[in-house]
Nanobody, 120 residues
Framework: QLQASGGGMVQAGDSLRLSCAAS????????VGWFRQAPGKGREFVAA????????HIAASVKGRFTISRDDAKTTVALQMNSLKPEDTAIYYC???????????????WGQGTQVTVSS
């Protein structure tokens, strides 16, 4: 099971760092992805990283502002969000997959999300 944390209310231009913690004995050969869902919209892929090799994949919509990383113990994934914009406001979720997929249908073990609110 994965659990996202670190959300909050910030102003445009600020930064936030989200964390995704794995529990329950997950395998090291999986991928962790971040998705977000704004009110009235579908779930959108943000970023993903392979836990074994640390290979990242960032969505074009946030590339240059967001980065993804994992710790050496391979149990926590961080999403560093810089230069936040009001359109980044959403609930952010993390989940697990077997590869660097961008479709949420390829992910499982969704935990409760964390709210990010960016004011202008």
């Amino acid at each position: 099971q994965l659990q996202a944390s670190g959300g909050g209310m910030v102003q445009a231009g600020d930064s936030l760092r989200l964390s995704c913690a794995a529990s329950g004995g997950t395998s090291s050969s999986y991928t962790v992805g971040w998705f977000r869902q704004a009110p009235g919209k579908g779930r959108e892929f943000v970023a993903a990283i392979t836990m074994r090799g640390g290979i990242p994949h960032i969505a074009a919509s946030v590339k240059g502002r967001f980065t993804i990383s994992r710790d050496d113990a391979k149990t926590t994934v961080a999403l560093q969000m810089n230069s936040l914009k009001p359109e980044d406001t959403a609930i952010y979720y993390c989940a697990a997959s077997t590869g660097l997929y961008t479709s949420d249908s390829q992910y499982r073990s969704w935990g409760q999300g964390t709210q990010v609110t960016v004011s202008s």
